[in-house]
C-alpha cells in the first residue's frame, strides 16, 4: 500500500473529519442508539479499511441509509428477546461482516446485481424521504411512535393531541435554514459550524437562567464509554439466527452502495477498482465497528465527494480523517453535551433530501415502464412499510422482470441486404430472402425459462412458410443453453426432421459449440452447422436453386 501523500491526503482528511463529527452523532440518532456507537464506527473501521479496501477516495463510515435499516431491525428483535438495541447493532455489523466476508472468499462480487438499477434507485430515493420524514417531528419536538407512514397513520388516527416544543422547533428550523444556505454557497464544513452556533446558544442560554422546556440535548459522549459497550456475543443464538435476514441486507445495501460510488469517482480520474478487494475493504471494516462498539459502516456520498474534491491520493486519506474525528470528539466531548437533537436532526434532513433523484424515475418511464413502476413501486414501499419489505419485493421483482425477459426471448426473421455479405430484420429492412429458406436471429440464450418457446414460436413462424425446407437459426446472440435448452433444441430438431424440415445453425460462439459437440451434436443434428451466416446463405440457396425474392 502506498505510503499517505502529506500533501493532498491530509487537507482532505481534515475536511471530512470536520464534517464526520456531526453525521456520525447524528446517524447513530438516526438509529435510535446513545451517540458513541456513532463515535465508534468513526474510528477503527476507517482504518481498517484503508488497509484493506482498493478505493482511495471511498470516506467509510456511519451512513443514513444504514442508519435507518438498524433502526427498522432492532426494535422487533429486542422486544422479543429482551435484549439491548446497542448490543443488536453490534450483531448486525459482526453479521455483515462476516457474510461480505464469506462472499469475497467465494468471489461472489457479482451478488451486487441483487439490487438491480430501478431498485437501487428506488430504494435510495424512499429511505432518504423516509429519513426525512422521521426527523421532521424531532425538528419541532414532537414524539411519534414508529418509522413509516403506516405507523405514522395508526398513531394519527386514534386523534391524539400534538404540541411542537418552541425551543426544539427555534434549532431545529434554524439549523435547517443556516444548512440550506450554506450549502448553496458550497461551504463543506457548515455543519460543524452550525453544531459549535448549537452549542454556543444553548450554553448562553442556560448561564442566562433560560428555562429551556422540552429541549432535547444529545447528553456527554465520553470516549471510555464506547469502550463499555454491551457485548454482541453474550445475545442467545437464536438472535444470531433471526437477526440474518437483516444482516444479509445490510450487507447487499453496504456493497452496492459503497461499490457505486468508489467506481464513480475511480471514473471521473481513470483508476481501477476491485470489486473483490471492496468486498473485503467492506467486511473488514464492518467487523471492526462490531468489535468496537460501533454501528455498521459503508461509503458515505457526501464525505467521498469530499475526499475527491479535497484531492485525496491515497486511501490513508480516510484514516487521517478518523485521527481528525478523534482529536475533535475528544476535545470536544464536555460541550457535545449541549447539543439539541433538533439541529442533528436538521442535519439528517439536508444531508439526505439530494438522494432523492426525480430525473432518475423521469429516465425509468421513459426507457422501460416495467423498470420505472419497479422503481416507484420500492420507493413507495419504502416509505410506506419500511426497509426489509420494500427490498424484499424489489429483488423479487427484478428477477420476475428477468425471468420474463429469457422466457419470451427477441427473435427476428433475417435476410440478406442486397449486395452485401449484412444479415439484418425483415421487419426494419428491405432484404432478400429465399422462399425454401427460413433464417432466424436468436438473441437470448436458451436456458429452462425458455425451452418451451423454440416449438411454440419458432414452428408457428415456420407452419406460415409451407415452402421452407430449411431452417436457419443464426446463433450469433446466444451465449449460452444449458440442459433444457438442449433438451428442446434436440426435441425440435426432431419434429422439424419429421416435417422434412433440416435445422441447421451458424455463427456458434465456441463455448457454446465446445458444449453442444460435446453433447454428440453431429448425431442428433439433421443439418450442419456453418461459421457464418454468408456462407449459410451461400452453400443453402445453391441446393435450394430458387430465385431471390425481396421482402416488402
Known amino acids: 500500500m502506498k505510503a499517505p501523500d502529506w500533501r493532498h491526503d491530509l487537507p482532505a482528511g481534515l475536511l471530512v473529519g470536520g464534517l464526520l463529527l456531526p453525521q456520525a452523532l ?9 451517540p458513541v ?6 474510528l477503527l473501521p476507517l482504518g481498517v479499511y484503508a488497509l484493506l479496501g482498493s478505493s482511495r477516495q471511498l470516506a467509510m463510515g456511519p451512513v443514513a441509509i444504514l442508519a435507518l435499516m438498524v433502526a427498522s431491525a432492532t426494535p422487533a428483535l429486542a422486544a422479543a428477546h429482551g435484549a439491548d438495541p446497542w448490543a443488536l447493532a453490534l450483531l448486525l455489523s459482526l453479521e455483515a461482516g462476516a457474510l461480505l466476508a464469506l462472499a469475497a472468499a467465494l468471489r461472489l462480487d457479482a451478488l451486487a446485481a441483487l439490487l438491480s438499477a430501478p431498485v437501487l434507485h428506488g430504494f435510495v430515493s424512499g429511505a432518504a424521504l423516509a429519513i426525512a420524514l422521521g426527523q421532521i417531528p424531532k425538528l419541532i419536538g414532537l414524539n411519534l411512535p414508529g418509522s413509516t407512514l403506516l405507523d405514522w397513520g395508526r398513531f394519527f388516527a386514534s386523534g391524539p393531541e400534538l404540541r411542537p416544543d418552541a425551543w426544539s422547533a427555534a434549532f431545529g428550523l434554524g439549523a435547517v435554514v443556516l444548512l440550506v444556505l450554506a450549502r448553496l454557497r458550497r461551504w463543506r464544513l457548515a455543519p460543524l459550524g452550525v453544531v459549535a452556533l448549537a452549542i454556543a446558544a444553548v450554553a448562553a442560554l442556560q448561564a442566562g437562567g433560560q428555562a429551556l422546556g422540552a429541549l432535547r440535548l444529545t447528553g456527554a459522549v465520553h470516549l471510555l464509554d464506547g469502550l463499555r459497550f454491551p457485548s454482541p456475543f453474550a445475545l442467545p443464538a437464536a438472535l444470531w439466527l433471526q437477526a440474518l435476514p437483516a444482516a444479509a441486507l445490510i450487507a447487499l445495501v453496504a456493497y452496492v452502495e459503497s461499490l457505486a460510488i468508489a467506481q464513480a469517482l475511480a471514473a471521473r480520474r481513470q483508476e481501477r477498482i476491485s470489486t473483490r478487494r471492496e468486498l473485503v475493504g467492506l467486511a473488514g471494516a464492518n467487523l471492526a465497528a462490531g468489535l468496537s462498539g460501533g454501528l455498521p459502516v459503508a461509503g458515505s456520498f457526501s464525505r467521498s465527494g469530499l475526499l475527491f474534491e479535497g484531492g485525496a491520493r491515497t486511501r490513508w486519506a480516510g484514516a ?3 485521527l481528525l474525528f478523534l482529536v475533535l470528539v475528544s476535545l470536544a466531548a464536555p460541550w457535545l453535551a449541549r447539543l ?6 436538521a442535519g439528517i434532513v439536508v444531508a439526505v433530501l439530494p438522494l432523492v433523484d426525480l430525473p432518475a424515475f423521469r429516465r425509468a418511464w421513459r426507457y422501460a415502464r416495467a423498470e420505472g413502476a419497479v422503481m416507484t413501486a420500492v420507493a413507495l414501499l419504502t416509505l410506506l412499510l419500511g426497509v426489509e419489505a420494500a427490498l424484499a419485493a424489489g429483488v423479487a421483482a427484478s428477477i420476475a422482470l428477468l425471468l420474463q425477459r429469457t422466457a419470451r426471448p427477441h427473435w427476428a426473421e433475417v435476410g440478406r441486404l442486397p449486395g452485401t455479405e449484412v444479415f439484418r430484420n425483415t421487419k426494419r429492412f428491405q432484404v432478400e430472402l429465399l422462399p425454401e429458406l427460413l433464417s432466424i436471429r436468436i438473441d437470448e440464450g436458451l436456458l429452462f425459462t425458455n425451452a418451451r418457446w423454440l416449438s411454440e414460436v419458432l414452428g408457428a413462424e415456420l407452419a406460415r412458410r409451407p415452402q421452407a425446407r430449411h431452417l436457419l437459426l443464426m446463433m450469433s446472440g446466444v451465449n449460452d443453453i444449458d440442459l433444457s435448452g438442449l433438451e428442446a433444441l434436440q426435441q425440435f430438431a426432431q419434429e422439424l426432421r419429421v416435417q422434412g424440415v433440416q435445422l441447421h445453425l ?17 448425431d442428433w443434428l439433421p443439418g450442419r452447422v456453418f461459421r ?7 452453400a443453402l440457396s445453391r441446393e435450394a436453386g430458387d430465385p431471390l425474392w425481396v421482402s416488402p
Request: hydrophobic share 60%; charged share 10%; glycine share 6%.
Open 26 to 34: 447524528a446517524y447513530a440518532m438516526l438509529a435510535e442508539l446513545p
Open 37 to 42: 456507537a456513532g463515535v465508534m464506527a468513526s
Open 320 to 322: 487521517l480523517s478518523a
Open 340 to 345: 439539541p437533537h433538533a439541529v442533528l436532526a
Open 506 to 522: 451458424s455463427e456458434l460462439k465456441g463455448p457454446v459449440a465446445d458444449r453442444l459437440m460435446a453433447a454428440g451434436l453431429a
Open 532 to 538: 457464418t451466416q454468408i456462407e449459410a446463405w451461400t
